[in-house]
């Protein structure tokens, strides 16, 4: 149903602040400029997505597939990549039901199944201490009582230490940790924020994933 062809890259992921890790000296010898690259909105994705949709068979997508995929893209990031992929799922998913229309209903699945395979293609390019990092983080969130629980680092350190165990390697020291966390941060696959251990007790960093833990750890898995 969804024949093959390249698909140009529309992706452009704005970081304005990742100077705000750089010490001066590495600032003056970049001598960087930002260039922030505006997000399609539904109109747009929608032109970009009815350029694509020659790549099905004719006359199997119902009317309603372009728009919905084009306003769950611009509401979310307003990504052309993504709203390809989405679109190309959908596609697959009529495949899988041996429907020979894609049809509106498919595309809530196919946006989770775009979300999971981001997700696992990004965590695949990490270093394997990284993704110890991940699981460790979100075993500590899965055992937690509190929703949304934000997690000190020196936890997340100790279940990272457990996963090196069962895996049957060395874990790197605790400033290399911290390392790693902020740059899994940079990704966004992980959240951090200061917060303070009470009066006269100073402040410590915490960490939460961006994605449900269980995600998190199949993506890990299979990465």
């Known amino acids: 149903m969804w024949s093959t062809y ?11 602040r ?5 010490n001066e000296r590495v600032k003056s010898s970049l001598s960087a ?30 009317d309603d597939v372009i728009p919905k995929v084009a306003a769950l893209a611009a509401k979310e ?11 190309r799922y959908s596609g697959e998913i009529a495949d899988e039901h041996g ?5 509106v209903e498919y595309v809530d699945e196919a946006h989770e199944r775009e979300e999971e395979a981001r997700l696992a293609e990004l965590i ?34 100790s279940a990272y230490e457990v996963v090196c165990e069962r895996e049957g390697t060395d874990p790197l020291k605790i400033r290399r940790v911290r390392d790693l966390l902020s740059e899994l941060a940079f990704l966004s696959l992980i959240e951090q924020d200061r917060k303070g ?4 007790k100073g402040a410590h960093t915490v960490n939460q994933l961006v994605d449900a833990p269980e995600l998190v750890v199949e993506a890990c898995k299979s990465a």
């Open 33 to 62: 400029r930002d260039f922030v690259f505006p997000l399609y909105d539904a109109n747009q994705l929608r032109d970009i997505l009815n350029s694509r949709a020659d790549a099905f068979r004719e006359d199997v997508l119902d």
């Open 77 to 87: 990031h307003g990504d052309a990549r993504k709203a390809i992929d989405i679109l």
């Open 124 to 157: 695949g390019k990490q270093p394997e201490h990284s993704k110890y990092l991940l699981q460790g983080l979100a075993l500590q969130m899965q055992q937690s009582t509190e929703d949304d629980a934000m997690i000190p680092s020196k936890q997340v350190y």
């Open 6 to 16: 390249r698909v140009r890259s529309y992706s452009f992921r704005n970081k304005i």
């Open 18 to 22: 990742y100077k705000e890790s750089l």
């Open 99 to 103: 429907d020979d229309r894609v049809r």
């Open 197 to 200: 251990r009470g009066k006269g």
